[in-house]
């Protein structure tokens, strides 16, 4: 009997050749590569990886299977999966089923059997591009008509995937849920673009409540929970297509509220501010990228999930092209390839980072930055409140900055 065939069809015509791997059928993304050695199902949940096919750098998955509680997300995002060594089957006190089943179940497309070096290799000459898993029925289909179906979907250039992603009812993530005795310190309202379960939990963790809101929140909706501070989570697409989201931070920081984002949210930061942002060749993927914090002279390894990024001045303190948020630095920068890794406005409260500081699964370099924006709000006056003159507020918002927790040294 005939073993079905899989096949990885790449946009510039490059085939890789396989085993099906979870549902059979045909899967459609942009092929991207994530080098992290472990965490493959906090990967496959994350939602900034909707519409893409994930290719796994580490060669063994699957070999702690999966359970209910690591997931970052409602369901897996990824459109399809691409592995080296497929784990036969699990071994983990924790497993509660296969990775296979669980891509069955969710009808999750993937293929193994193929050699990952290759494919990481391409993407990194060629660049992230469209491409296809076929498997099944679909692989023994002219190659020709493969090509053309790849070649015929979206590309992620101009795709608007933030609202696809959020929730569409707002809920509550409260301290107690997560351990914390003490009387809540403040409010956050979280914009959910894609962020992952992990984010409001660490907030939740040090005694801040967070009130997840849809991607199409407006600034009516932020103030009707009255928080202390406002959150952009990460989330997939490009950042060029989050127009509704520019605006609505745009009053966040004529509001004088205090402001964090991370990945998605940092690029829809620099938009706020006036700068570009535009698509890397390849992006950043994986649990082991280093960054700079040029405030500390510190290295940090960091969790990231972006393909695009922000285009601002690295080489000094600029005034923000929206020239009424004032003078903006760029806070990180990445070690690997240059690239703009944080932002920090110097006179309105905000400050934001591509990568990802709730970083499940691992490393936790960064969760200093929780910490960071919790000693923000403590020091931003409110809007409107006595002596809540900007210099004060500046001068309080530069210390918490400069403010490393225990777990970060």
């Given at each position: 009997?005939?073993?079905?065939?899989?096949?990885?069809v790449?946009?510039?015509?490059?085939?890789?050749?396989?085993?099906?791997?979870?549902?059979?059928?045909t899967?459609?993304?942009?092929?991207?590569?994530?080098?992290?050695?472990?965490g493959y199902?906090?990967?496959?949940?994350?939602?900034?990886?909707?519409?893409q096919?994930?290719?796994?750098?580490?060669?063994h998955i699957?070999?702690t299977?999966v359970?209910d509680?690591d997931a970052?997300?409602?369901k897996?995002?990824?459109?399809?999966?691409?592995?080296?060594?497929?784990a036969?089957?699990p071994s983990?006190w924790?497993?509660?089923?296969?990775?296979?089943e669980?891509?069955i179940?969710?009808?999750?497309?993937?293929i193994?059997?193929v050699?990952?070096?290759?494919?990481?290799?391409?993407l990194?000459e060629?660049g992230?591009?469209r491409a296809a898993?076929?498997?099944?029925?679909?692989?023994?289909r002219?190659?020709?008509?493969l090509?053309?179906?790849?070649?015929?979907?979206a590309p992620?250039?101009?795709?608007k995937?933030a609202?696809?992603?959020?929730v569409?009812?707002?809920y509550?993530?409260?301290?107690?849920?997560h351990g914390?005795?003490?009387?809540?310190?403040h409010?956050v309202?979280a914009?959910?673009l894609?962020i992952k379960?992990m984010?409001?939990?660490?907030?939740?963790e040090r005694?801040?409540?967070?009130?997840?809101?849809p991607?199409s929140a407006?600034?009516?909706?932020i103030r009707?929970?009255a928080?202390?501070?406002v959150?952009?989570?990460?989330?997939?697409g490009d950042?060029?297509?989050?127009d509704?989201?520019?605006?609505?931070?745009?009053?966040?920081?004529?509001a004088?509220?205090?402001?964090?984002?991370i990945c998605?949210?940092n690029?829809?930061?620099?938009?706020?501010?006036?700068?570009?942002?535009y698509?890397?060749?390849?992006?950043?993927?994986?649990?082991?990228?280093p960054?700079?914090?040029r405030?500390?002279?510190?290295?940090?390894?960091?969790?990231?999930?972006h393909?695009f990024a922000v285009?601002a001045?690295?080489e000094?303190?600029?005034?923000?092209?929206?020239?009424?948020f004032?003078?903006?630095?760029v806070?990180?920068?990445?070690?690997?390839?240059?690239?703009v890794?944080?932002?920090?406005?110097l006179?309105?409260?905000?400050f934001?980072?591509?990568?990802?500081?709730?970083?499940?699964?691992?490393?936790?370099?960064?969760a200093y930055?929780f910490?960071r924006f919790i000693?923000l709000?403590s020091?931003t006056?409110?809007?409107?409140?006595?002596?809540?003159?900007?210099?004060?507020?500046?001068?309080?918002?530069?210390?918490?900055?400069s403010?490393?927790?225990?777990?970060?040294?």
């Amino acid at each position: 009997m005939n073993q079905p065939k899989a096949v990885l069809v790449l946009e510039d015509g490059t085939l890789f050749h396989g085993q099906p791997y979870g549902a059979i059928g045909t899967a459609l993304g942009e092929a991207v590569f994530a080098t992290g050695m472990t965490g493959y199902q906090e990967t496959i949940t994350d939602p900034s990886y909707a519409r893409q096919l994930v290719v796994q750098t580490a060669p063994h998955i699957g070999n702690t299977g999966v359970n209910d509680e690591d997931a970052e997300s409602r369901k897996i995002w990824v459109s399809g999966y691409i592995v080296r060594d497929a784990a036969r089957r699990p071994s983990n006190w924790r497993a509660q089923r296969s990775l296979d089943e669980e891509l069955i179940a969710q009808g999750i497309i993937g293929i193994q059997g193929v050699d990952t070096r290759a494919v990481t290799r391409h993407l990194r000459e060629r660049g992230a591009m469209r491409a296809a898993i076929f498997s099944g029925a679909a692989a023994e289909r002219p190659v020709d008509e493969l090509l053309a179906q790849v070649r015929a979907s979206a590309p992620m250039e101009g795709a608007k995937l933030a609202e696809e992603v959020s929730v569409h009812e707002a809920y509550v993530v409260e301290p107690a849920e997560h351990g914390w005795t003490g009387p809540v310190k403040h409010t956050v309202a979280a914009l959910d673009l894609g962020i992952k379960a992990m984010t409001p939990q660490r907030f939740a963790e040090r005694g801040v409540r967070v009130h997840v809101l849809p991607a199409s929140a407006t600034l009516a909706d932020i103030r009707a929970v009255a928080p202390d501070g406002v959150f952009m989570s990460n989330g997939p697409g490009d950042p060029a297509t989050a127009d509704d989201q520019v605006r609505v931070l745009r009053e966040v920081l004529d509001a004088k509220l205090p402001f964090f984002g991370i990945c998605f949210g940092n690029q829809i930061l620099g938009r706020a501010l006036g700068f570009g942002t535009y698509k890397l060749r390849y992006g950043h993927r994986g649990i082991n990228q280093p960054v700079l914090d040029r405030a500390t002279g510190k290295v940090e390894i960091t969790s990231q999930n972006h393909g695009f990024a922000v285009d601002a001045p690295k080489e000094r303190i600029s005034d923000a092209p929206e020239a009424r948020f004032g003078r903006v630095e760029v806070s990180h920068i990445s070690l690997n390839d240059n690239v703009v890794e944080g932002l920090r406005c110097l006179d309105v409260p905000a400050f934001s980072v591509q990568y990802h500081p709730e970083a499940a699964a691992g490393p936790h370099d960064s969760a200093y930055l929780f910490d960071r924006f919790i000693e923000l709000m403590s020091s931003t006056p409110k809007p409107g409140a006595e002596g809540a003159d900007q210099d004060s507020t500046h001068g309080e918002m530069q210390a918490a900055g400069s403010t490393q927790d225990k777990d970060a040294k």
